[in-house]
């Protein structure tokens, strides 16, 4: 295993992604401590080593943070590789959400032990839909995924308001009813072996995402027809591709993945999150956007991509202990991980430093 | 003060390639210089170190006996020196004009202000008779007409040294005659031009005298008058070169493809982009499609190979009809396809070698189970193409094709697709823009394939292969086909009135 990883990161192009991930992320981090000396100089140092090492002690509120967001990186980060830009996992996320609650609040017929997993799959199939239909979009009408995707994620938000308010309605508390018992993600353990934070089967779902959309990426050939679309449609084409089913079934597997993350945020806890009627699209959805690109598509680096914002967020919370509004500490956090985000620049930057010391290809 | 330019004893070095070594090249005023070798050679990288995008590790540049320090391309542009680069640079929805003046605009009172640039871009225009109308878009104007942007360009900033990289390759026979007439004058006028080529009939024509290189090495100047096609050429690759292909007498068998009353229709307006296209192939032939280019062979092509759906006409492989099969099942069904355009069609430039050979095939029980990969046998299958097709490349089936160069690019299409035994292999251009080598390399190759029984549809624009390897040719103009003819029974002239469109010949299936 230790071998194969050391493998990995020999690989010229895995040393060139690994580093400039890397040095964007650190160049994110000293911008935030620009922001931190600006705001409240005295106390900047100390706040800035909280915000990086305090999430370090409470693992299980960081790994809660993670889950969501290692599927919505993974939905942005598969469309990506299939040549999409999937501006919808916010979107797919609400209608999985309202499908899982749903299910949890409504099927009551369905035997407690696999409540959950119905009602989270009913996420899943109902974030697909909401990403096929970009897809359709995209693939039949050449209408571009980015315009469809945002306008899918408002239309996907009030759909979203509309059911709570008239299927879903809890009239004391003026939010979505709560979901049964059952159909909470169960723990397994989990919260007792990662401490505080509710860790639960939602992570190792996420965990099993990444490992699944590597293989299919890597191993299989349905991953080497999307990435060939990707890279070249017209070669695609040529090669007897059917591009257009490619560009469907990469959004469903996206909006599926969306749908997921929206199940892990609203089945969690003692009763699970609800709904507002005035709910707006929860900030997992978009965070997929920079998991994705820090980690640069591959699963694995979205995968730490995930917990290094998770580590980000909870470190904030440590923040507040210091003199910092809490409205400085969002901007904080949230300019440090988009910062992070010009990992693409910084890629630029290290493959031309490579090229210059290293010039393999030369053309005569 | 003989010289206009002198790089004397350039080296230039990247990690593992010595691109330059220790070469020297002297220009005179008012010559036409050619800086000939084969693709690798070197020849970029020398005039990328004159236009100062490389320094040199080794070395000096003269320019009019002075000692020069060139660190970028405005320093080269403050010499005088300018280049047309193989691929244009120019911006499409920009007119002639300004694109011209990008990077030298006139402004008054901040507004862009073009009277006078345009005055002195119709002057140029008329002086060199290059016919250039600075006021059309650059996308509407042909790649013939865009290359005299370019040259425009140069001019326009009083450019005394040109530099032209393979100025001929995506030229037509007339266009090229006429860049020749235009680099002569110039030179007539005291300008020096450096010409980057491979090809040698362009420099016995044009060329005053002629630097080869050889795996970065300078092999020696000539002077062009001096020495025949084939000592340059043996030159260049550093063998003896043949020019005739050496061809069997055809064994011609039963008719392999067929294309019946084949009509398309242009996607915006009522022209007929291909009409009433009747011929056939048989076993162990190769015919040619010749004609000047935009006369329809792409999009006959295209509609064939099924990349463009049509409506009228019918298609057939060996006897059956095959007109609605999809491009995977008409792949399937024995047509292979060597491409136009290998980087947008033919090749994933971001895939490696290895997985760039399985383009067509890698759903096929060989290279996968279960949907999954087989990696060890998708490998084998590119070690043994690598090695029987000789493609050239630094990391063997792991290479990134975007690294490998043109020839070698071209090799890996030829080895997937003539691997599949294809019935019909259709070859698009498939030499252009290839160094000598690599030329005879792929003639080889396609007379092999037709001596093996099969059928090769070859369409060209150089009128040299269309007489050496074809066994018929056919001539297209403005969407039909003109001419019918055996390449012993016409020459050159002839083909060159049927692709004008000033002659016709009885065309019917034979």
Same mark, same amino acid.
């Given at each position: 295993?230790?071998?194969?990883?050391?493998h990995?990161?020999?690989?010229?192009?895995?040393?060139i992604s690994?580093?400039?991930?890397?040095?964007?992320?650190?160049?994110?981090?000293?911008?935030?401590?620009?922001?931190m000396?600006?705001?409240?100089?005295?106390e900047s140092i100390?706040?800035?080593f909280?915000?990086?090492?305090?999430?370090?002690t409470?693992?299980?509120r960081?790994?809660?943070i993670?889950?969501?967001?290692?599927?919505t990186?993974?939905?942005?980060g598969?469309a990506?590789k299939?040549?999409?830009?999937n501006?919808?996992?916010?979107g797919q996320?609400?209608v999985?959400a309202?499908?899982?609650?749903?299910?949890?609040?409504?099927?009551?017929?369905?035997?407690?032990?696999?409540?959950?997993?119905?009602?989270?799959?009913?996420?899943g199939?109902a974030g697909?839909?909401?990403?096929?239909?970009p897809?359709f979009l995209?693939?039949?009408r050449?209408?571009?995924?980015?315009?469809?995707t945002?306008?899918?994620?408002?239309?996907g938000?009030?759909?979203?308001?509309?059911?709570?308010?008239y299927?879903?309605?809890?009239?004391?508390?003026?939010?979505?009813?709560?979901?049964?018992?059952s159909a909470?993600?169960?723990?397994?353990?989990?919260?007792k072996?990662?401490g505080?934070?509710?860790?639960?089967?939602?992570f190792?779902?996420?965990?099993?995402?990444?490992?699944?959309?590597?293989i299919?990426?890597?191993? %299989? %050939?349905?991953?080497?027809q999307?990435?060939a679309v990707?890279?070249n449609?017209?070669a695609?084409?040529y090669?007897?591709?059917?591009e257009?089913?490619?560009?469907?079934?990469?959004m469903?597997?996206?909006g599926?993945?969306?749908?997921?993350?929206?199940?892990?945020?609203?089945?969690?806890?003692v009763?699970?999150?609800?709904?507002?009627?005035t709910e707006?699209?929860?900030?997992?959805?978009?965070?997929?956007?920079p998991?994705?690109?820090?980690?640069?598509?591959?699963?694995?680096?979205?995968?730490?991509?995930?917990?290094?914002?998770?580590?980000?967020?909870q470190? @904030? !919370?440590?923040?507040?202990?210091?003199?910092f509004?809490?409205?400085?500490i /969002?901007?904080?956090?949230s300019?440090?991980?988009?910062f992070?985000?010009?990992?693409?620049?910084?890629?630029?930057?290290?493959v031309?430093l490579?090229?210059?010391?290293?010039?393999?290809?030369?053309?005569? | 003060?003989?010289?206009?330019?002198e790089?004397?004893?350039?080296t230039?070095? !990247?990690?593992?390639?010595?691109?330059?070594?220790n070469?020297?090249?002297?220009?005179k005023?008012?010559e036409?210089?050619?800086?000939?070798g084969?693709n690798?050679a070197g020849?970029?990288?020398?005039?990328?170190?004159?236009?100062?995008?490389?320094?040199?590790d080794?070395?000096?540049?003269?320019?009019?006996?002075?000692?020069?320090?060139?660190?970028n391309? $405005?320093?080269?542009?403050?010499?005088g020196?300018?280049?047309?680069h193989?691929?244009f640079?120019?911006?499409?929805?920009?007119?002639?004009?300004?694109?011209?003046?990008l990077?030298?605009?006139?402004?008054?009172k901040?507004l862009l202000?073009l009277?006078?640039?345009?005055e002195?871009?119709?002057y140029?225009?008329n002086?060199y008779?290059?016919?250039?109308?600075?006021?059309?878009?650059?996308?509407?104007?042909?790649?013939?007409m865009?290359?005299?942007v370019e040259?425009?360009?140069?001019?326009?900033?009083?450019?005394?040294i040109?530099?032209f990289?393979?100025? %001929?390759?995506v030229?037509?026979?007339?266009e090229i005659e006429?860049?020749?007439?235009?680099?002569k004058e110039f030179a007539?006028?005291g300008?020096?031009?450096?010409?980057i080529t491979?090809k040698?009939?362009?420099i016995?024509?044009v060329?005053d005298?002629?630097?080869?290189?050889?795996?970065g090495r300078?092999?020696?100047?000539?002077?062009?008058? /001096?020495?025949?096609?084939?000592?340059?050429?043996?030159?260049?690759v550093?063998r003896k070169?043949t020019?005739?292909?050496?061809?069997?007498?055809?064994?011609m068998?039963?008719?392999?493809?067929?294309?019946?009353?084949l009509?398309?229709q242009?996607? $915006?307006?009522?022209?007929?982009?291909?009409?009433?296209i009747?011929?056939?192939?048989r076993?162990?032939?190769?015919?040619?499609?010749?004609g000047?280019?935009?006369?329809?062979?792409?999009?006959?092509i295209?509609?064939?190979?099924?990349?463009?759906?049509?409506?009228?006409?019918?298609? !057939?492989?060996?006897?059956?009809?095959?007109?609605?099969?999809?491009?995977?099942?008409?792949?399937?069904? @024995?047509?292979g396809?060597?491409?136009?355009?290998?980087?947008?069609?033919?090749?994933v430039?971001?895939?490696?070698l290895?997985e760039n050979?399985?383009?067509?095939?890698?759903?096929?029980?060989q290279?996968q189970?279960?949907?999954?990969?087989k !990696?060890?046998s998708?490998?084998t299958n590119?070690?043994?193409?690598?090695?029987?097709?000789d493609i050239?490349?630094?990391?063997?089936p792991?290479?990134? &094709?975007?690294?490998?160069?043109?020839?070698?690019?071209?090799?890996?299409?030829?080895?997937?697709?003539? /691997?599949?035994?294809?019935?019909l292999?259709?070859?698009?251009q498939?030499?252009?823009?290839?160094?000598?080598?690599?030329?005879?390399y792929?003639?080889?190759q396609l007379?092999?394939h037709?001596d093996n @029984?099969?059928?090769?549809?070859?369409?060209?624009?150089?009128l /040299?292969?269309?007489? $050496?390897v074809?066994?018929?040719?056919?001539?297209?103009?403005?969407?039909?086909?003109?001419? $019918?003819v055996?390449?012993?029974?016409?020459?050159?002239?002839?083909?060159?009135l049927?692709?004008a469109?000033?002659?016709r010949?009885? &065309?019917?299936v034979s």
């Open positions: 295993m230790l071998a194969k990883f050391i990995f990161i020999t690989r010229t192009e895995n040393r690994v580093s400039s991930s890397v040095l964007a992320i650190i160049s994110g981090l000293l911008f935030g401590l620009i922001i000396i600006i705001t409240n100089p005295l100390p706040a800035f909280t915000i990086i090492f305090s999430g370090f409470d693992i299980g960081v790994l809660e993670a889950t969501p967001i290692i599927l990186g993974l939905s942005v598969f990506f299939t040549g999409l830009f501006i919808g996992a916010a996320l609400m999985g309202i499908a899982a609650i749903y299910v949890g609040v409504e099927w009551t017929f369905l035997p407690s032990s696999i409540h959950w997993l119905i009602a989270l799959l009913a996420a199939v697909a839909f909401w990403g096929a239909i897809g995209k693939a039949y050449n209408v571009h995924e980015v315009v469809a945002i306008m899918m994620n408002y239309i938000l009030y759909f979203v308001s509309y059911m709570v308010e299927r879903l309605y809890d009239l004391e508390n003026a939010r979505s009813l709560t979901v049964k018992e909470i993600i169960p723990y397994y353990g989990l919260d072996l990662f505080r934070g509710d860790v639960n089967f939602g190792i779902i996420s965990l099993i995402s990444v490992l699944i959309i590597f299919i990426l890597s191993k %299989t %050939t349905f991953g080497y999307l990435k990707g890279y449609k017209d695609s084409k090669a007897g591709i059917n257009k089913n490619g560009i469907v079934l990469a469903v597997i996206s599926l993945l969306a749908g997921l993350a929206g199940a892990t945020i609203f089945l969690t806890g009763s699970g999150r609800h709904l507002e009627t707006v699209l929860v900030s997992e959805g978009f965070d997929g956007i998991v994705a690109l820090i980690g640069l598509s591959h699963p694995f680096g979205i995968l730490f991509s995930a917990l290094f914002i998770g580590l980000l967020e470190g @904030g !919370f440590y923040m507040q202990g210091f003199n509004a809490p409205e400085i /969002d901007i904080i956090t300019s440090i991980i988009y992070s985000a010009l990992v693409i620049l910084f890629k630029g930057f290290i031309k490579y090229k210059k010391n290293n010039m393999k290809d030369v053309k005569g | 003060m003989e010289h206009v330019i790089m004397l004893n350039i230039k070095e !990247f990690p593992g390639v010595k691109a330059n070594d070469v020297t090249l002297q220009i005023r008012g036409i210089h050619a800086l000939l084969e690798g020849k970029s990288t020398l005039m990328s170190i004159l236009f100062g995008l490389y320094q040199p080794n070395g000096i540049i003269k320019v009019n006996g002075e000692t020069v320090k060139i660190s391309p $405005n320093d080269a542009n403050d010499l020196i300018g280049m047309v193989q691929h640079k120019l911006v499409h929805n920009f007119t002639v004009a300004e694109n011209i003046v990077g030298q605009e006139e402004t008054k901040g202000h009277d006078e640039a345009i002195k871009i119709l140029l225009s002086r008779k290059l016919k250039v109308n600075p006021n059309s878009y650059i996308q509407d104007i042909s790649v013939g865009q290359q005299r040259i425009l360009k140069m001019l326009y900033r009083d450019a005394e040109l530099i990289d393979e100025p %001929t390759a030229l037509t026979p007339q006429e860049l020749m007439k235009i680099m007539a006028e300008k020096s031009i450096i010409l491979h040698l009939n362009e016995k024509n060329a005298r002629c630097t080869v290189l050889r795996k300078g092999i020696g100047t000539v002077n062009v008058d /001096d020495v025949s096609l084939e000592t340059m050429a043996e030159m260049m550093g070169v020019f005739k292909v050496n061809k069997k007498a055809p064994r068998g039963d008719e392999v493809f067929r294309v019946e009353n009509y398309l242009s996607a $915006n307006s009522e022209r007929m982009q291909l009409n009433n009747n011929f056939n192939v076993r162990g032939e190769i015919v040619c499609i010749a000047i280019e935009g006369n329809g062979q792409t999009e006959l295209k509609t064939i190979t099924g990349l463009t759906p049509h409506k009228k006409g019918k298609l !057939f492989l060996e006897g059956k009809e095959i007109t609605h099969y999809s491009i995977r099942k008409k792949t399937m069904a @024995g047509i396809h060597i491409p136009e355009d290998r980087h947008k069609h033919g090749l430039l971001d895939y490696n290895a050979l399985i383009l067509q095939t890698y759903f096929e029980p290279f189970k279960f949907g999954f990969l !990696f060890s998708i490998y590119a070690r043994a193409l690598i090695e029987e097709y050239r490349c630094g990391k063997g792991y290479s990134i &094709v975007r690294s490998m160069s043109g020839g070698n690019q071209q090799k890996a299409i030829i080895a997937r697709e003539m /691997d599949r035994e294809p019935d292999l259709i070859a698009v498939p030499t252009r823009g290839l160094d000598v080598g690599a030329i005879e792929i003639h080889k007379l092999s037709r @029984g099969k059928a090769v549809l070859l369409v060209s624009l150089e /040299d292969e269309v007489m $050496n074809s066994d018929r040719i056919l001539v297209m103009y403005e969407g039909e086909l003109v001419a $019918n055996l390449p012993e029974e016409t020459n050159e002239n002839e083909l060159g049927y692709m469109g000033s002659k010949g009885e &065309v019917h």
